[in-house]
């Protein structure tokens, strides 16, 4: 057993090596967001949707090129725009005159990796395209059923709700991403060396392939291999626990909070701190690498009331209250 466990150890520490010069790659491109890559490369192992969030001009979507730029694996960019319809997006049936038979034309959909820049620019009827492909892993065209590529990953952008032009996102399709993060603007050290680094007229150095799609395959099998002790799962369901029944935990946020967390949340906290662990090069997972995730995973699950809102208390406070007060293990 105890073989077993070094042996893992090892492979684990040998995979956060080559994850490592995925990091490099990006790092040739994009200056500091450590965070915002460490969260992609989170998504990617774990198998989980991630969304964007951030002011324009933050190098969101050219962290997500740069990083699917470091895999060999089919990538597309949608453009989501007002005008934007669900046959631009999954595909349609093209009628042949010639025959009197219908084609299938695939979308764009049909590729490893998807970036959906600024997702929020298109209405609903869009979105709701994208509930099957993320959440079955598969579209209906017609009467036909098309199974997606393995691995699928949308790794998508948004600017913040309040701009003009932007529709908000509906509560089941944000709930399909595992991640939602905030994207910040750099320090003032970052931000000179963005200067010296992007002044240019050239284009940015193209990052060298690392990983391929047998390798995102075989990252993913490790992280289902990493340990959680029972405490840390108790843990896990006790933070989500803590945001439907705050009360029961001797916090006092019942009147901020209009819905907790669901449990797709306990499922996917588990799964990004197995992948947060294997970045780590560890085989377990601490309560560090649960706490470290939480707010990423929890943050557009926690539907704040409207008291909240009036005392401007954000989703994020909420999870970094409920973080404080639920007892580690």
Known sequence: MEAGTSLLQEQLRQEAAQLFRVREEVGRVIVGQRYLVDRL?????????????GVPGLAKTLSIKTLARTIDATFQRVQFTPDLLPADLIGTLVYQPHNGSFTTKKGPIFAHIILADEINRAPAKVQSAL????????VTIGDDTHPLPDPFLVLATQNPIEQEGTYPLPEAQVDRFMLKLHVSYPTKVEERQILDRMASTLPPPEPNRVLTTADIVRLRALVDQVY????????????????????????????????????????????A????ALLQGRS?????????????VLRHRVIVSYEAEAEEITSDEVVKRVLDGVPVP
């Open 41 to 53: 490369l989170i998504g990617l192992l774990a198998n989980g949707h991630v969304l964007l969030e």
């Open 131 to 138: 509930l099957e492909a993320m959440q079955e892993r598969q």
């Open 228 to 271: 959680v002790d029972d405490k840390i799962k108790d843990y896990i369901v006790d933070l989500v626990f803590a945001t439907r029944e705050p009360q029961t935990y001797k916090l006092d946020l019942q009147r901020w909070i209009q819905y907790g967390a669901s449990p797709r949340a306990t499922l996917y906290l588990t799964l």
């Open 273 to 276: 701190a197995k992948a947060h």
């Open 284 to 296: 377990y997972v601490t309560p560090q690498d649960v706490k470290s995730i939480a707010a990423d």
